[in-house]
């Protein structure tokens, strides 16, 4: 475990305003109490809490990935509309203790679904 620093910065703050994740012409997640994670020179991720997310179109996949500062992602596909997006979905289950705050959260990767919306 690393923890976040001057040379790899990470900060969680709530996000302003409604977030909204559309697939295959569906809300997938929509939320008012989104989290937005900015990390390094990466693009900031919006994490959306499960209750607000439509888990029943979400399949959990047997992939994991780790990340030295947040921990082990697990991963979601989409089904719906006819239409599959593998792996679209990461979630921090157990994260590290600095992260604790997306433990329940949902992040969707931009190129895999149709929107994230917000505003």
Avoid at 14 to 29: I, K, L, Y
Avoid at 70 to 85: C, H, M, V, W
């Amino acid at each position: 475990m690393k923890l976040p620093g001057p040379d790899h910065p990470i900060t969680i703050t709530p996000t302003e305003g409604r977030v909204r994740v559309t697939f295959a012409g569906q809300v997938v997640a929509e939320t008012r109490r989104a989290l937005t994670l900015r990390e390094a020179s990466y693009p900031p991720v919006q994490y959306i809490p499960r209750e607000d997310a439509a888990m029943a179109l979400l399949e959990h996949r047997p992939r994991r990935t780790h990340c030295p500062y947040k921990g082990d992602a697990s991963y979601y596909s989409i089904a719906a509309g006819g239409q599959r997006a593998e792996d679209a979905v990461w979630s921090y289950e157990d994260p590290f203790p600095a992260m604790e705050q997306i433990r329940g959260y949902l992040a969707f990767y931009p190129d895999r679904v149709e929107a994230i919306e917000l505003g």
